[in-house]
Every structure is written in structure tokens, then in C-alpha cells.
């Protein structure tokens, strides 16, 4: 027995430490050959991208077909890097694997393959689909409703949404605004159909649960959480869908139950209604709100000026009729896109949209390049959604705007009523595109006005238009071009009050959630820079959220803020 275990002891070990050698070995070549693909990546991808988002840019303000032409041939010469079936197979090996043990090149690993993997479809078809995508867009930007003869703006439409009382005027006001979507839908459902066939070549369902896992979010969790914000919403909205209905009814005239989409102020009901006594567009009717937004910034130690000077922020001809913030190089070239107006809605939209701006500006440079990008797409909304809701804010409306405390007093308890119908009036809408998005993708030969017309009865609490058999769910321009995204404005709420909560209570170690205004506050600006901004997408969104606030994303702040 001696001899049999003295030589079966070294032997096991000798086994051992071979076994151990080989698994070393192949991990440090899996970590190398990762470590050239991304040098590769980035050789290819990074210039490619800034030119494409560049061209893209130049687009929206431009609304020209050879801007727009180019701008797809170069998301069209993006794609196919990513299409690259061999490359893709090589990231598929290496996630096998399971050998990178180094946290940042595992992290790009994960970010790098979802990349590819959403692009693993027939190069014919993705580039069929960009160039839908896009033509779809440039029809969005250059389509003016048409309204008695006379073509208007997006502007103009819910301007007179806004403040007519014509009820035929309004209809016919909101219906040539839907017009877009005739424009727009046989292209609208070949993207759809597109969308689908490519996503259940990866093996996923459908392009809706295929979008979701591949921005690490899981379906049933989101599922969830929206269930759980309906059951604490609905009440809530019920209530001032009442009130809002007593206030229209008196507006125009009628019954509550004569009350049509039109009558809502907004051609979604996404926006409440101005039903409390507060003129909030008077405060900023005569601002330089540019101005407001770049000494905003400023005084949080998150200074603009560079980013304003880039940006295109007023209306022209031709010209994208919304509003959005692009990264156009991960690194320093932040610009945004508006329409300015000086009233309360642009003053909001500019301090959301540089609220993105400030974020991608001051994530760290030194991270590499792939994770030089927000955590997700909803803590980057999160950020612009704490920032634009200020423009309703009584304590900044004296701080930046100049109103009397005795203003402020006067309209404190109807500016937070407003900001609060605001949030439930928005909330409501999401589950309706939410839930239209999921049921679109799970059956797009459905009857997809019914299932519109549905969900907005059920979840805004609106009356359908009796026997329009139109496709209005296609004039939503998310639904069109960003899809499965809509989901993530409500996530970034939530977030935008755990974000607030947590710095009132440790930033600025206060006990009074409602008169923040931030201003002059550089501590607050530090904080974000450390624990959301610097970060990038170094860690997986819940993580940084959680290290940010202590802990991970809860919807219990924007309930005790909106709902309670």
C-alpha cells in the first residue's frame, strides 16, 4: 500500500500541474487574441463611426437626399464590419471560452459580441433595412401637416392643439398631423416584417425580446416592473384623468364623454394638459432659454459652451423637426439637435438634451473605446429626465429665471401638481407604446389599429375616434425608427428620482425633496462626474447604479415622489 500511494500521490499532482500549465496557456492566448481583435475593432470601426454619426448629423440639419443618401451608405458600411461572420465566430469562441479574466476586457467582450451578434443576419437584408430606416426618417423630417391649405411645423401643430378652442379646427389640426404615418407605412411594416425575420435568424422570437437581451435587459424584468407601475399608477391617474376631463370639458363646452383625442392638448396625450393655474410658458417667453441652459450647467461644474457652439439648436427648413443629443466620436464631439422656442417645453427639452451632453462629454477617455458610452440608454435618460424636469420647478424657476419668492409661493403647490400630472399622464403613455411595440413584433399582421386604439383606452383612458381605421400608431416617430426603446424614458424616471432622492438626502443633506434646483451646487455636478458620468459602461447598469446610490434601480423613489 506504501509503494501504490507514494507513486500515485506525485502522479496526481504531476497531473495536476499540467492540467493547471495548459488551462494558464490558454487562457493568456485567449486574452491576446481577444486583446488584437479589439485593436483590430477599433481601427476599423472607430473612425467609420464618428463619419457615419457626422453624415448623420449633417442630415437631420440639412433634410437634403444626398446628405440622407450618405449618411446610409455609411451606416450601411458600419453594419457590414459588424456582419462579418468570421469575426463574429471568433467572439463566439472567445465568450466560450470563459478564459478573460481581466474585468475591463471582459466587460468589452460582452458589449463588442451583442454588437455583432444583432448584426448576424443576410447582408442584403441588413442593408435593405438601413436604407428603409433611413428613408423612412428623411420622410419623417421633411413631412409639414397640411391644414387648410397651409403646410405647418410639428411647432405649429401643437401650438394650435394647445391653445384653440375649435373643436373642428383641433380635429382637423390632429388628423393632418397622423397623415405622416399614410406617408410612411408600407415602408413602417417592411421594417417591421424585416426586423422579425432577422432577429428569428439569430434565434431569438422576435426583434422585441431580440433588442431587449442584447442591451442586457431581460424581458420578464421589464415585464415586471412596468405590471408593478401600472398598479401603482392607475389609481393615481384615474383620479386626475378626472380632473383633467372636468377642466377640458369646460374648456370647450361639453360633455366629458363628447371628449376626443384632439381635445388633449397633445397629439399622444404623452403631455398633460395645462389644466392647473400656472402659466408656466410665461416665465420663459422672454428668455434667452440657450442662455439659462449654458449658466445652468455652469454653475454644477459641468460647463457647455463648447457643446452650444456645436449644436444646432433653431429651426430652418428642411431641418429634423425634433430633438436629440449624439456622441459623435465617444470622445469630445458632443452636439445637440432642437427647435427653440422660448417657452417651457424647449426650456425642459434643452436642459434634457445637455443633460445627455454633459454625460457623454465627461465619460473618462482613458476607458477604452467601446465602453466610452453611458451605462445604458435609460441612465443617460435618467440624467436629462432629473435635469428637464427643473424647467417646472419653482425653487430654479427663482434661481435661474429671477421669479419672486412670493411668485414661488404662489405657484409652488401648482407647479408640483403639474409636474406630477406630467409624470402619471407620461407614465400611462408608456405602457401603451410599450405594449403596442411587444404585441406589434409578436404579430404584426394583427389588426394594429385595434390593438392602438386599445391599449389607449386602456391605459391613457381615451375615446377612440369612431370608424378611423388609420394606421395613427405609425405617426409616432420611436415607433417607426427607434424601436423597443420607449420602455427606457420610464426606467430613466425611476432612476432621475432615485438620482435626485439620493443626492438631496447626501449631496446636499436635505430633508425637502421639492425645492432642489441644483443651482450653484458644483458638489452635485462633482458626484455625477465620479459615480455616473466617469464610469461610462465599465459596469453592468445595475451595478453602477447601485454604487452610485446604494442601491439597484427601484421604482419606490418615484412613487414616494409622484404617486403618494
Known amino acids: 500500500m506504501k509503494f501504490r500511494k507514494s507513486v500515485f500521490v506525485p502522479l496526481l499532482i504531476n497531473i495536476f500541474v499540467i492540467s493547471l500549465f495548459t488551462g494558464c496557456v490558454k487562457k493568456e492566448d485567449m486574452t491576446e487574441e481577444f486583446k488584437r481583435f479589439v485593436k483590430d475593432y477599433e481601427a476599423k470601426v472607430a473612425p467609420l463611426y464618428t463619419e457615419a454619426n457626422t453624415a448623420y448629423f449633417n442630415a437631420t440639419i440639412s433634410g437634403k437626399e444626398e446628405d440622407y443618401k450618405k449618411s446610409a451608405d455609411l451606416q450601411v458600411q458600419l453594419s457590414k464590419i459588424y456582419a462579418n461572420k468570421s469575426d463574429f465566430a471568433k467572439l463566439k469562441r472567445i465568450k466560450a471560452s470563459n478564459t478573460i479574466q481581466d474585468e475591463l ?10 454588437a455583432y451578434a444583432s448584426n448576424q443576419i443576410d447582408e442584403k437584408k441588413l442593408e435593405e433595412m438601413i436604407r428603409l430606416q433611413n428613408e423612412t426618417e428623411k420622410k419623417f423630417s421633411t413631412f409639414r401637416a397640411e391644414v387648410n391649405g397651409k403646410k405647418i411645423t410639428d411647432n405649429e401643430v401643437e401650438n394650435t392643439l394647445k391653445t ?3 373643436s373642428k379646427l383641433l380635429e382637423t389640426t390632429w388628423s393632418a398631423s397622423k397623415v405622416v404615418a399614410e406617408v410612411i407605412h408600407d415602408d413602417f411594416i417592411k421594417l417591421i416584417k424585416l426586423r422579425n425575420e432577422a432577429a428569428r435568424e439569430l434565434g431569438y422570437k422576435n426583434y422585441h425580446e431580440m433588442s431587449l437581451k442584447l442591451s442586457e435587459q431581460d424581458p420578464q424584468e421589464i415585464e415586471n416592473l412596468l405590471n408593478e407601475l401600472d398598479g401603482l399608477t392607475k389609481d393615481a391617474f384615474a383620479k386626475l384623468k378626472d380632473d383633467v376631463d372636468t377642466h377640458l370639458a369646460k374648456k370647450f363646452n361639453l360633455p366629458k364623454e363628447k371628449l376626443m383625442p384632439w381635445h388633449y392638448e397633445n397629439r399622444f396625450f404623452q403631455e398633460a394638459p395645462k389644466i392647473y393655474n400656472v402659466n408656466l410658458d410665461s416665465y420663459y417667453k422672454d428668455k434667452d432659454v440657450v442662455a439659462l441652459t449654458r449658466n445652468y450647467y455652469a454653475g454644477l461644474g459641468l460647463p457647455i459652451d463648447n457643446l452650444i457652439a456645436k449644436s444646432d439648436l433653431f429651426e430652418k427648413e428642411g431641418k429634423y423637426q425634433h430633438a436629440y443629443c449624439s456622441n459623435l466620436n465617444r470622445g469630445k464631439d458632443v452636439r445637440v439637435v432642437c427647435n427653440v422656442k422660448p417657452n417651457y417645453n424647449w426650456m425642459g427639452t434643452l436642459l434634457h438634451e445637455f443633460g445627455h451632453a454633459v454625460y457623454d462629454y465627461n465619460i473618462d477617455s482613458t476607458l477604452p473605446w467601446s465602453l466610452r458610452e453611458p451605462a445604458h440608454t435609460f441612465t443617460t435618460e435618467a440624467i436629462a429626465m432629473m435635469f428637464g424636469r427643473m424647467a417646472s420647478n419653482g425653487q430654479w424657476l427663482v434661481d435661474m429665471v429671477g421669479i419672486s419668492k412670493e411668485e414661488k409661493e404662489k405657484i409652488a403647490d401648482e407647479s408640483f401638481k ?5 409624470q402619471l399622464t407620461f407614465s400611462r403613455w408608456v405602457q401603451v407604446v410599450y405594449r403596442f411595440e411587444k404585441g406589434m413584433y409578436e404579430n404584426p399582421d394583427q389588426d394594429l389599429n385595434k390593438l392602438w386604439w386599445d391599449l389607449d383606452e386602456k391605459y391613457q383612458m381615451l375615446k377612440r375616434p369612431e370608424g378611423r381605421n388609420k394606421p395613427d400608431y405609425a405617426s409616432k416617430i420611436h415607433i417607426a425608427l427607434y424601436p423597443a426603446y420607449y420602455h427606457n424614458y420610464l426606467m430613466g424616471e425611476l432612476l432621475a428620482s432615485q438620482f435626485y432622492a439620493y443626492i438631496v438626502k447626501n449631496i446636499l443633506h436635505s430633508d425637502d425633496l421639492k425645492n432642489q434646483s441644483f443651482v450653484n451646487k458644483p ?15 465599465e459596469y453592468y447598469w445595475n451595478d453602477m447604479i447601485e454604487k452610485a446610490t446604494g442601491e439597484k434601480l427601484t421604482a419606490k423613489y418615484y412613487a414616494k415622489q409622484f404617486v403618494e
Open 418 to 422: 403639474s409636474l406630477r400630472l406630467e
Open 105 to 114: 476586457l471582459n466587460r468589452q467582450l460582452i458589449k463588442i459580441y451583442n
Open 523 to 537: 458638489e452635485v455636478g462633482k458626484y455625477l462626474l465620479d459615480k455616473v458620468f466617469k464610469p461610462g459602461t
Open 164 to 166: 384653440s378652442t375649435d
